[in-house]
């Protein structure tokens, strides 16, 4: 099971691609909603116990100071998968930055900003499950190859 986190609702809809893609793959999540500054007990409850409730990792979304993930990878060994959203100040690049520079020591692997970060780091959690998991390793095969036929049957743009 993967663990997907948000710092507000308004994350869900990018975040909603974290959940979409995990289902597709049919791999369970637990989601919530969970703020670094507005609920840091909750959040550290969170990750102190996610090993021991299934989690194999867990993809953490937040913008502005996007302090959730560096929080979480603080508070757990799994693997944390880091998401910076978008924001109306500076469209995510604030984020992006809050989430790649951790301290060294404490790691927290960033993808994209938004939509395409979150599945990405979906993706990303369903390679580290393929490592031990036959089930799940065949599922995103069936997935990459799916993806490629897409791709392929595209053909030419301007016979379109």
């Known amino acids: ?12 809809e990018a975040m ?3 959940s979409e893609t995990l289902e597709k793959l049919d791999i369970p999540c637990d989601v919530r909603i969970l703020s670094a500054h507005r609920t840091p007990a909750l959040v550290h409850e969170f990750a102190t116990g996610a090993e021991e ?3 194999k990792a867990i993809i953490a979304g937040a ?6 993930a ?5 508070s757990t060994h799994l693997p944390v998968l880091g998401v910076p959203m978008k924001t109306s100040s500076l469209g ?17 692997a960033t993808f994209g900003i938004g939509r395409s970060g979150a ?14 998991d036959a ?7 069936g997935f990459r190859e799916e993806q490629s036929k897409a791709v392929a049957a595209e053909g030419d743009p301007r016979k379109g």
């Open 92 to 108: 995510g690049l604030d984020s992006l930055l809050s989430t790649v520079q951790m301290p060294k020591g404490i790691t927290v």
């Open 1 to 12: 099971m993967i663990g997907i986190l948000m710092g507000s609702r308004t994350d869900w």
């Open 119 to 132: 599945i990405n780091a979906a993706l990303h959690a369903a390679a580290i499950l393929a490592t031990s």
């Open 63 to 68: 913008g502005g100071a996007a302090h959730l």
């Open 135 to 141: 089930s799940v390793r065949e599922r995103l095969l």
């Open 70 to 74: 560096g929080v979480v990878a603080a």
């Open 53 to 55: 409730r299934g989690l």
């Open 16 to 18: 909603s691609g974290a």
